[in-house]
C-alpha cells in the first residue's frame, strides 16, 4: 500500500461518506449535528456536507496512513486546503446547472468529479516538503470553517445558494415569507 492508493480508497471513502452525512441532522436533529450536516436542501447546506465529509475522510485517510507506516508530511495543510477548495470547485462545476431542473446523476457526477480533484490535490501536499507552521495554522482555520459554516446554519445569507427550493426555505429557521 502506498499515498497514491490511499488517496484513490479515499475517493470512494468520502463519496459513500457523503451519503451517509447527508442524512445526519434529519436523523439526529439538534444543534450540534446542524453545525456540521446539512439541514436542508440547499447548495449551500451541500457545501458544509462536502467540507465536513473531506474531513471526517482525512481522519479515515490518517488512520491508514500510519497503519500502513506510509511518509507523508503536510496533513492539516492537506485537509484543510481539501476541504475549503472543495466548495468553489464543485460550485464552479455546478453553477451551470443551477437554474435547470435538478438531475440526480449529473449532481452526483460533478460530486465525484470535485472529490477526485481535491483528493490529488492532498496528494500533492502530502508528498511536499513539510511546511510546520502552516500545519498549526491550518487546524485552526478548520475551526474557523466550522464556526463559519455553523454561523451561517443560523444566519444564512438571503442568495440562491442558500435557499431550499424544495421547503422555500433559508438556512435552519427561516422560512421565506
Known amino acids: 500500500m502506498n499515498l497514491f492508493k490511499i488517496k484513490i480508497i479515499s475517493v470512494f471513502t468520502i463519496f459513500i461518506l457523503c451519503f451517509i452525512t447527508h442524512f445526519l441532522y434529519d436523523i439526529f436533529k439538534n444543534d450540534f449535528f446542524a453545525i456540521f450536516f446539512p439541514v436542508n436542501e440547499s447548495i449551500w447546506e451541500h457545501m458544509k456536507m462536502i467540507y465536513t465529509t473531506i474531513i471526517l475522510g482525512s481522519i479515515i485517510d490518517l488512520i491508514l496512513l500510519i497503519n500502513f507506516n506510509i511518509k507523508f508530511n503536510n496533513f492539516l495543510l492537506s485537509v484543510f486546503v481539501s476541504s475549503v477548495l472543495s466548495v468553489p470547485i464543485y460550485l464552479l462545476l455546478y453553477i451551470p446547472f443551477f437554474n435547470k431542473e435538478h438531475n440526480l446523476f449529473i449532481t452526483l457526477f460533478i460530486l465525484f468529479?470535485?472529490?477526485?480533484?481535491?483528493?490529488?490535490?492532498?496528494?500533492?501536499?502530502?508528498?511536499t516538503k513539510h511546511i510546520k507552521y502552516l500545519n498549526y495554522i491550518s487546524l485552526f482555520l478548520i475551526i474557523i470553517g466550522f464556526i463559519i459554516m455553523g454561523y451561517l446554519t443560523y444566519n444564512p445569507i438571503k442568495n440562491p445558494l442558500f435557499l431550499d427550493k424544495e421547503k422555500n426555505k433559508y438556512g435552519i429557521n427561516s422560512y421565506v415569507i
Open 113 to 127: 468529479i470535485t472529490i477526485m480533484i481535491i483528493s490529488f490535490i492532498s496528494y500533492i501536499i502530502l508528498k
